[in-house]
């Protein structure tokens, strides 16, 4: 703490189950170097200008039990907080923001973020890491030419980063713990890493020595330099970890080139960096797609405008073949004319059209389940957020739940239930249609269906186990739909034939034709 300055924040992890700030169950307020809750502006001064470090929390205030604070949230106050640091960082040499959540997971009012944040020349975050191991470079790049870096985690992967800035040129380095040598080349700097917005590239091309930075605990005996694979010579040590080579940038002003540096120390370690930089700010690089895509996409806005479609579209499949005249059944009819069939019957019989409507409008709608949201604290969960601790939580994840339970259960319900009531227009029971459907077709159909109940009566269980008792009674989405779908599957088998004879003799005049 004499020797570094050390500036630590808040993730989603530190606000599990967290009811307010000054909650003892706070450990980040007492085990923290910083101390301070809430986002901040720190200002590094040196002898050649300030740089500014603003810190972004986004973490949950109250913070419910998992998984309901994966996404981050700014309010239209704390976005003003933040909009007056970015305004008294622009006297700064470079603005660095920071915070555990990468944008595409931030709930914010407009302007946005992004736009707050667009003088910066750098955003370094968390929260996905690695993605479990699938994305091992999690970088992009705004549209005003801001980076965003997220970073694998310290936990289990023992991941950290360096960052230099070099005459006003940032570069970085994503490490492993104790792996050594440690090298950072910081000029020529990488061109996929560059911006001519927020970086003065034209130093590149007006300096006289390759630098680099090069760490290891024991003595670094060379630092061999390769452009293009032509070796160009040993870097020598000026002072600390700084080793140079004089070069003559003129040679590369066309086109990319790649630079290798490797590092060996006299435990005979041996390390090598490697980068594609160029002089020529006309030409172009672009970040992987599926980084781009994670880190770039509101995906809180995705997963509403994705459950809302999918709702919208099976209330209107309902509302559509409720009204629609029934189609005329020809010989040996296909599998669409069959499925449009069955949802003709389905929609037309009112136990099943009011129950899967009033489902989908209570998906939307209503309150999921009622419980302990945070230890000692009732709150109630919808679609579109959590009530909790007198705090209202917009939805993030909360929509992805919803798209699952549309995907996996409502959906699969409603096409079960019209499966099983073409059965019965066919005159089928439910021993009867076992052996003339098909056994395996229909056994297959069963297990799929039974599988999703399973999966449902699990969800319930999971409720009662994070969110209590209560929850798993006042649970209209879980355990009251477990019920409701029982009822259902039981009343289409015990099906009054007076209900299904219009359709059962629609359907044995084609069978009989």
């Known amino acids: 703490m004499e020797k570094t300055k050390w500036i630590d924040i808040k993730g989603n992890h530190d606000s599990f189950n967290i009811p307010h700030l000054d909650s003892v169950q706070n450990y980040y307020r007492k085990y923290s170097s910083w101390h301070k809750d809430g986002s901040f502006h720190y200002i590094h001064t040196t002898s050649f200008g300030n740089y500014s470090f603003i810190c972004v929390d986004a973490t949950l205030n109250p913070g419910p039990k998992r998984p309901f604070n994966f996404f981050g949230i700014l309010n239209t106050n704390h976005m003003e907080e933040l909009s007056l640091m970015a305004t008294e960082s622009l006297h700064s040499n470079h603005t660095i923001w920071f915070g555990h959540f990468p944008t595409s997971t931030i709930i914010s009012p407009a302007p946005g973020i992004r736009t707050l944040m667009s003088s910066a020349t750098a955003y370094l975050c968390g929260h996905l890491h690695t993605l479990g191991g699938l994305m091992p470079a999690l970088h992009s790049q705004h549209r005003g030419g801001t980076l965003e870096l997220e970073l694998g985690d310290w936990k289990d992967n023992r991941k950290y980063r360096i960052l230099a800035f070099d005459h006003d040129l940032l570069s970085f380095a994503d490490l492993n713990f104790e792996e050594w040598p440690v090298v950072l080349i910081t000029n020529p700097k990488s061109f996929l890493y ?20 090069a760490f290891s605990p024991s ?15 040993n870097a020598y040590q000026v002072s600390g970890p700084l080793y140079v080579l004089r070069w003559s940038p003129q040679n590369y002003s066309q086109g990319f080139h790649h630079i290798d540096v490797s590092v060996q120390d006299t435990s005979g370690r041996t390390s090598t960096q490697s980068h594609v930089f160029a002089l020529d700010e006309n030409l172009s690089l672009r970040f992987s797609f599926w980084p781009s895509v994670i880190l770039l996409t509101d995906h809180y806005v995705l997963a509403r405008v994705l459950f809302g479609l999918i709702v919208l579209i099976q209330i209107a499949l309902l509302i559509i073949f409720r009204y629609l005249q029934k189609p005329a059944l020809k010989e040996k009819p296909g599998l669409l004319t069959l499925t449009s069939y069955s949802l003709h019957v ?103 269906m039974a599988l999703l109940l399973a999966w449902q009566v699990y969800s319930c269980y999971f409720l009662q186990r994070t969110y209590g008792t209560l929850a798993f009674f006042l649970s209209p989405m879980r355990m009251w739909l477990v019920v409701l779908t029982s009822a259902l599957i039981y009343k289409t088998w015990t ?19």
């Open 495 to 513: 099906l009054k034939s007076s209900e299904l004879r219009s359709y059962i003799v629609e359907m044995k005049n084609c069978q009989s034709s």
């Open 219 to 233: 003595v670094i005996t060379s630092v061999k330099v390769y452009i293009d694979r032509v070796h160009l010579g």
């Open 346 to 448: 389905f929609s037309k019989i009112n136990t099943f059209y009011y129950s899967i409507l009033v489902l989908n409008l209570y998906t939307i709608l209503g309150p999921w389940f009622i419980g302990e949201l945070i230890d000692g604290h009732v709150g109630a969960c919808f679609s579109f957020g959590v009530f909790v601790g007198g705090s209202f939580l917009h939805g993030g994840l909360t929509f992805v739940v919803g798209i699952l339970q549309m995907l996996f259960f409502n959906l699969p319900l409603m096409a079960y239930l019209c499966w099983c009531l073409l059965q019965r227009c066919h005159g089928h029971s439910f021993c009867s249609h076992l052996h003339r459907v098909g056994r395996l077709t229909a056994v297959l159909v069963h297990l799929a």
């Open 194 to 213: 560059s911006s001519s917005a927020h970086e003065p590239l034209v130093k590149i091309l007006h300096s006289t020595h390759i630098r680099i930075l």
